[in-house]
Structure formats: structure tokens, C-alpha cells
């Protein structure tokens, strides 16, 4: 990394990721209908940027991430299957060492809790139905020494269904809401766990942590803290 920031010739908004197997593999793949690979997947990372749950991995963003104190940074991950070229879900670093992979279909909570989502949809499956949500989020990250304090205010549409719900019927709609707020804190906390587990912090609760207490060491703490929810709304 350290070649790569001292190179004038590499800009600080060029985009990183990480390869799923050979790099020279993705990298060298001969197809008619991309007659340039960089181009090709820096247009899919980009499109992944703008509409759906992946944050920027640019060289800037990974750099801040990497150096700051109570935050680790994430790389997307690039994977081919044939003659298809996708992102794979993210890989969480710990220093220059990925550590864990986040999937692609929980990307969603990681940026839930990371960043602002003006829009975007998800597909949650419930015991009731197969929906797909069109959602905008308001977030806001408290802590107060311990326990974290995590508040969530989503505001959604549902798109799809794959059962015939009435949804305009209170009791019906109203039931909907409550297990989509149970899915996604549950989904939330499963990742939180796993975070946790691995004692690492992609979300930047350590850097939220030491903000508002000085001289306490976040890392020694992060598997003992408790993080609350609120339900989403």
C-alpha cells in the first residue's frame, strides 16, 4: 500500500478489491464484449457504489480506514465463474490482513450501520413472504462509555411480494413491519457477533468509543461490549 500512495501516477480515488483466486485469471480473461478489463471492473465496482450497499473502496477511503485508531477497513471482492465477472461480497481487514468476509446478501447491514443509504433495495426472506424493500435510512450512532447505544430509523416500501399479503389491511401491514424490524436487527446483531468475534471493526464503534472516552483502550473491551437496538421504523 504504502507503493501505491507514494506513486504520483496512482490517484487517491482509484478503486481497490480484492481477487477471489488468481488475480492474473480475472485480469487476463479474453472476452469480445470487454475490450478493456480495468475499465470493466471499475464500472462495476462503481455501480455497485451508487446503487446498491457497497461503500467506496477507493484508495483515500481504505487509507483512513487503515490508519485511523477504532475503525478496519473492507476491500470488495472480485470473483469469476465462467465468463461472468461479479462482486462476491466484501473482505474485513485487520492491518494488511483480511481477516473475514462479509457475503454480498449482508452487505446491506454492514452499510446499515456504517454509512448514510439514500436508496436501494433489498430482498429479505420471511417466514410469511419474500419481499423486496425500496428504502431510505436515517442512522445514528450513540455511546456513552457502555453500552453502545445504535439507533436505526429506516424508512421503506415494499416492491414485491411472493405471496398475496393485503396490505391494507392495519392488522396484516402492521404485522409485516414488526417481523421486517426483527429480520433486520437480527440480521444487524448475527454480523455484530461475528464483528466481534473476529475483533474486528469495519462499522468504526472504536473510533465513536474513543471520541467520547479518552485513555480507554476499545480494542480490549469490543467482544464484552453490549450493543442496544431500537426498533426500526
Avoid at 414488526?178 to 429480520?183: A, T
Avoid at 461475528?194 to 468504526?204: A, F, K, S
Amino acid at each position: 500500500m504504502i507503493c501505491l500512495l507514494r506513486d504520483p501516477q496512482i490517484g487517491s480515488g482509484v478503486y481497490l478489491s480484492v481477487a477471489s483466486g488468481q488475480s492474473n485469471n480475472i485480469l487476463t480473461r479474453k472476452n469480445p464484449e470487454v475490450s478493456k478489463i480495468g475499465k470493466y471492473l471499475s464500472l462495476l465496482i462503481q455501480h455497485n457504489v451508487t446503487t446498491g450497499f457497497l461503500l467506496p473502496p477507493t484508495l483515500q477511503a481504505f487509507t483512513h480506514d487503515y490508519y485511523i485508531v477504532g475503525k478496519d477497513p473492507t476491500l470488495p471482492i472480485i470473483e469469476q465463474k465462467k465468463d461472468d465477472i461479479k462482486l462476491n461480497g466484501v473482505a474485513v481487514f485487520k492491518e494488511d490482513r483480511m481477516v473475514m468476509k462479509v457475503d454480498q446478501d449482508k452487505l446491506f447491514y454492514l452499510k446499515l450501520m456504517s454509512a448514510p443509504v439514500k436508496s436501494g433495495n433489498v430482498e429479505l426472506a420471511l417466514s410469511e413472504a419474500v419481499i423486496t424493500l425500496d428504502h431510505r435510512k436515517v442512522n445514528n450512532l450513540n455511546v456513552v462509555i457502555a453500552p453502545f447505544n445504535l439507533y436505526e430509523g429506516l424508512k421503506a416500501s415494499v416492491l414485491d411480494m411472493s405471496e398475496q399479503l393485503s396490505l391494507t389491511e392495519p392488522a396484516v401491514s402492521n404485522r409485516l413491519s414488526l417481523i421486517i424490524e426483527q429480520k433486520i436487527e437480527n440480521e444487524m446483531m448475527v454480523l455484530i457477533q461475528r464483528l466481534q468475534e473476529e475483533t474486528v471493526d469495519p462499522i468504526g464503534f472504536g473510533s465513536k468509543y474513543r471520541a467520547f472516552v479518552r485513555g480507554k483502550t476499545f480494542l480490549m473491551r469490543y467482544g464484552e461490549i453490549n450493543i442496544l437496538r431500537q426498533a426500526l421504523r
